[in-house]
C-alpha cells in the first residue's frame, strides 16, 4: 500500500507562514516515500492552496461540519475546501473528541459528507492511557472504528489514522512492539468490516523514530503534528 505522510499543523502558521513554509518544502518534497497531505488552519487554507499548487502536496482541513453551508456560525464547509483544492478532511482527532465534544455519531456524519464530496476522510481514533492500562484498547478502538464509520461507503478511498492519545504531543511514542500490535488489530477490525484502508500512526512521531516505526506491520505512513511544523524534521520522516 501507498505510503502517506500527513501533517497536523492545529492551531499553528498564519498564511504568511504557511507561503514561507511550502516556498521553502517545495524544494526538497520530491524526497517524500509516498503521498503527502498537510492540515493548516482554516484561515490559512487558502495560502496553502495557492503555493501548493501543480506540486505533490496535498492538503485538507483540520476539521468540517456536517452541513456544507447554512446558519452554523463558526464552521468550516468541506465543499469551500474542495473548492480551494482541497482533497482530504481530518475528522475525529482526539483533540476535537476531547475538548470540542464531538461523539462517534457525529464523526461518522462527516465521514460520510466528506466521502459524498469526493473527498478523502482522514479518521483518528486512539485510546487514553486509562483505556490502555485497563487493557480495553481493542474494544476502544473497534467501537471507534464500528460507529466512526456506520455510514461510511466501502467503495470510496478512507485512510485511518490510529492515534494513542498518550503518545500526542507528549514525546511518549508508541513502542515498536505497541504499534505492531495495534495497528494489526485495527487492519483485522477494517478487514472484519469489509473497509481495506492505510493505517497511519501519529503520536509524538519525529525523525529519529519515523524509521523504525514505519518498518511495524500495517503502518502505511504517519500523521505528525510537532514534527511537521519544521521543513527538515518533515522531510527527514517523509523520506524514511
Ligand atoms: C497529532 O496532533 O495528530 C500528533 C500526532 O501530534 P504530535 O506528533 O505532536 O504528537
Not at 86 to 104: M, P
Not at 158 to 183: D, F, L, S
Request: aromatic content about 8%; charged content about 20%.
Amino acid at each position: 500500500m501507498k505510503k502517506i505522510f500527513a501533517a497536523n499543523w492545529k492551531l499553528f502558521k498564519s498564511p504568511t507562514e504557511t507561503r514561507n513554509f511550502f516556498k521553502s518544502f517545495k524544494e526538497v518534497s520530491a524526497k517524500a516515500t509516498g503521498d503527502l497531505v498537510f492540515f493548516p488552519s482554516a484561515i490559512s487554507l487558502e495560502a496553502a492552496s495557492e503555493t501548493v499548487k501543480g506540486s505533490n502536496i496535498a492538503f485538507g482541513a483540520q476539521n468540517c461540519y456536517v452541513q456544507v453551508q447554512g446558519a452554523f456560525t463558526g464552521e468550516n464547509s468541506a465543499q469551500i475546501v474542495k473548492e480551494l483544492g482541497g482533497q482530504y478532511i481530518l475528522i475525529g482527532h482526539s483533540e476535537r473528541r476531547q475538548l470540542f465534544g464531538e461523539t462517534d455519531a457525529l464523526i461518522a456524519d462527516k465521514v460520510a459528507l466528506t466521502q459524498s464530496l469526493g473527498l478523502i476522510p482522514m479518521l483518528c481514533i486512539g485510546e487514553t492511557l486509562q483505556e490502555r492500562e485497563a487493557t480495553h484498547t481493542f474494544r476502544v478502538l473497534e467501537t471507534q472504528l464500528l460507529l466512526g464509520l456506520a455510514k461510511a461507503d466501502k467503495a470510496k478511498p478512507i485512510v485511518i489514522a490510529y492515534e494513542p492519545v498518550w503518545a500526542i504531543g507528549t514525546g511518549k511514542v508508541a513502542t515498536p512492539e505497541q504499534v505492531a500490535e495495534t495497528h494489526t488489530d485495527v487492519h483485522n477490525i477494517l478487514t472484519k468490516m469489509g473497509f481495506t484502508a492505510p493505517i497511519l500512526y501519529g503520536g509524538s512521531v519525529k525523525p529519529d523514530n519515523a524509521g523504525t516505526l514505519i518498518k511495524q506491520p500495517h503502518v502505511s505512513g504517519f500523521l505528525v503534528g510537532g514534527a511537521s511544523l519544521e521543513v527538515d524534521s518533515f522531510i527527514k520522516i517523509a523520506s524514511v
